[in-house]
C-alpha cells in the first residue's frame, strides 16, 4: 500500500495531547477523522513525537498507509479545511513504501520558552511559562551542559515499568532572546515521557539560584524521580523538528 509523510503544525492549548484517548480530544483523533474522510476507514497514523496535553508542534511529522493513490495537493488542501486553524498539515507528500514516522526518526528537536520578565503577557500565556524572578542564563547552561551524551534520565521521567530510560542528547542549551524569552534547545534520539518539562523546571531552579550545578550531577545520578523539581507547565514547549537519515536538522 502507497505511504504517505505528514508535516504537521498545531496549537495544543485544546487538546489532550497527541495520541488517541477516549472521550476527550486529541491532534490524532482530529487528524485520523480527517484523513478517512479522504483515505478509507482503515487508516491509522504514526507519529515522530506524542505531545503531552497542552504541548505544541511546528514541525511533527505522521505517516499512515492508504489502500488507493492520493493527490498530495489535493490531501493537504482538505485537510487544512477539516483540521484548521489550530491544526495545519505544512507539506503532504508521497513516502517511500514502508516509512515510519515514529520508528525511522533518528532525532527530535524540542524548544521550551519562559517568558523572564515582571510583568506577563496575556497574549503569549499560551505559548510561554511566565518567570518574573531574573533567571541566570549562564549557571542554566551549564546545568544544561550535563545532560549531553548518553544518559539514564530516570530522574526526569515518568515512570514506565520495564522500559530504559537512557537516552543520547545531542545538545542541550539555553539562551537569551529577544522579547523578554530565555530558550532551552535541546536534541536527542528520543524522549521520555515528561523528560523536556522536567529537565526546565531543574534548570529553572538552578537559574534562580536554589540549586546549583553541582546539584544537577546528584540529581541525575540519583535516577530518582523525587529528586528532581518537577514538571515545567506544557504551554511553554513545542515540538520544533524530527530528522530522519539523509535529512539531519542543522541550526
Not at 545532560?147 to 515518568?158: A, I, K, L, T
Not at 534548570?203 to 535516577?223: D, F, L, P, S, Y
Request: net charge neutral; with cysteine; charged share 25%.
Amino acid at each position: 500500500m502507497p505511504t504517505y509523510r505528514l508535516e504537521l503544525s498545531y496549537d495544543g492549548s485544546g487538546f489532550h495531547g497527541y495520541a488517541i484517548q477516549p472521550d476527550v480530544r486529541t491532534v490524532q483523533g482530529e487528524v485520523e477523522a480527517a484523513l478517512r474522510r479522504m483515505a478509507g476507514d482503515g487508516v491509522v497514523t504514526s507519529v515522530a513525537g506524542r505531545t503531552d496535553a497542552g504541548v505544541h508542534a511546528v514541525g511533527q511529522v505522521v505517516s499512515f498507509e492508504a489502500t488507493k493513490e492520493l493527490d498530495t495537493t489535493r490531501l493537504a488542501r482538505s485537510l487544512n479545511s477539516l483540521v484548521g486553524p489550530e491544526i495545519a498539515v505544512q507539506s503532504a507528500v508521497r513516502a517511500e513504501n514502508g516509512f515510519d514516522a515514529r520508528r525511522d526518526a533518528i532525532s527530535r528537536r524540542y524548544r521550551y520558552e519562559i517568558l523572564n520578565r515582571t510583568v506577563p503577557d496575556p497574549f503569549r500565556r499560551h505559548l510561554t511559562w511566565h518567570v518574573h524572578r531574573k533567571l541566570d542564563v549562564g549557571a542554566m547552561s551549564a546545568a544544561a551542559g550535563m545532560f549531553v551524551g548518553e544518559q539514564d534520565f530516570s530522574s526526569f521521567c515518568r515512570d514506565d515499568e520495564g522500559k530504559s530510560r537512557k537516552r543520547y542528547v545531542i545538545e542541550a542549551s539555553w539562551s537569551r532572546q529577544p522579547d523578554d524569552i530565555v530558550a532551552f534547545d535541546i536534541e536527542a534520539n528520543a524522549f521520555c515521557h515528561q523528560m523536556v518539562r522536567s529537565l526546565v523546571a531543574l534548570c529553572v531552579e538552578v537559574g534562580k539560584g536554589n540549586r546549583t550545578v553541582e546539584a544537577v550531577a546528584a540529581v541525575m545520578e540519583g535516577r530518582d524521580r523525587n529528586l528532581a523539581s518537577g514538571a515545567a507547565p506544557p504551554q511553554g514547549l513545542k515540538l520544533v523538528s524530527v530528522s530522519y537519515e539523509g535529512e539531519r536538522w542543522h541550526p
